[in-house]
């Protein structure tokens, strides 16, 4: 039977395959993306991110260019803020409870490691925005596994 | 593609099989860049959303509960990072920090040589152009939705779903508006009604 409607989707989905193609760097990255899985790691997965799940008010009230996001697995959580200055961003994060760690803050280009101070706490320097995902690395002697985090876009 | 494949690459993709992933890639790439494009981000925030939610895909690969589903999984992670992209730049003012990405904006217009070229062509490209036109001209909903049909190969009605966070119920009948206004801007265009055509 001869479907107007099919015809016209399939004559749009060509259009769209010609004028906005996904850029091929692009799939590169997505086929890239299987090579970060940590599989010995634990995965603290993102509970909370200001961005979407605060209401509107909250968010026209809070300070420009910040954003909350919380990660958590088993009793362990990790906070984070996310500042913006142009196209830099800062994280300061909070672990709970605290523990003696290094954070390995990882992007698709590059990798940045900080340190977890006594009360938890790190904090990185500029970084660029894009995906970002954090690798908590508790020190010699500290207990448990690695855990990652969910990657989210800086 | 059949459900029953695509959850065999999942779960071979939690296995460890890279050829698998790169099945996965290649079936629901266009549909992750759809979702994107349908949000009306710029190129450098799309790309973002693009390579985030296959990064999170890689993480959490060993623990989707509905392998065949993953499609609409893809749809919903990336449709929850447009919506932070884009409250992101209502937020903070917007740097375009494209050059970061060594992303080359899509310009121009392919079709533009083949209208020099032979007469036929000619009509193709000037239909093609116009159902462009008309496709930009649709408001807000149809434009989302037919976006997210575009994908290529063809996604699922609950793939759409999740990617506009709307009933599934609801897809046929819109979609069936959404083409025939677009049947109508075109005609505006062709006939040249319309005040930019």
Known sequence: MYEPDDELEAELRRLAADREPVPAELVQAAVDAFGWRDIDAELAELVYDSLVDADEASLVRGPPGQRLVSFAVGGLTIDVEVTSAGAGRTVMGQIAPPQRASVDIRYPRDTVTVEVDELGRFRSGPLPPGPASLRLRPLAGGAGPDIVTDWISL | ?197
């Open chain 2, 1 to 197: 593609m059949s459900p029953d494949d695509t959850g065999k690459l999942v779960r071979g993709a939690a296995d460890g099989d890279e050829v698998a992933w790169r099945g996965l890639v290649a079936r629901f790439s266009n549909l992750v860049w759809a979702v994107a494009r349908a949000h009306r981000l710029g190129n450098a925030d799309a790309a973002d959303v693009y390579q985030t939610t296959w990064l999170r895909l890689a993480e959490h690969i060993g623990r989707i509960e509905q392998p065949d589903r993953v499609g609409a999984w893809l749809a919903t992670a990336a449709r929850r990072e447009c919506l932070q992209s884009l409250r992101m730049s209502a937020k903070s003012s917007p740097t375009d920090d494209m050059d970061r990405l060594d992303i080359t904006p899509a310009v121009g217009n392919p079709t533009e040589e083949a209208v020099l070229a032979a007469e036929t062509e000619r009509e193709d490209a000037a239909r093609a152009a116009a159902m462009w036109r008309a496709f930009e001209r649709l408001s807000g909903r149809c434009r989302e939705l037919l976006r997210i049909l575009m994908a290529s190969p063809p996604p699922s009605y609950a793939e759409v779903a999740a990617a506009l966070e709307l009933p599934l119920g609801s897809i046929g009948p819109t979609r069936a508006r959404c083409l025939q206004r677009l049947r109508e801007e075109m005609a505006g265009i062709r006939d040249g009604l319309s005040p930019s055509s």
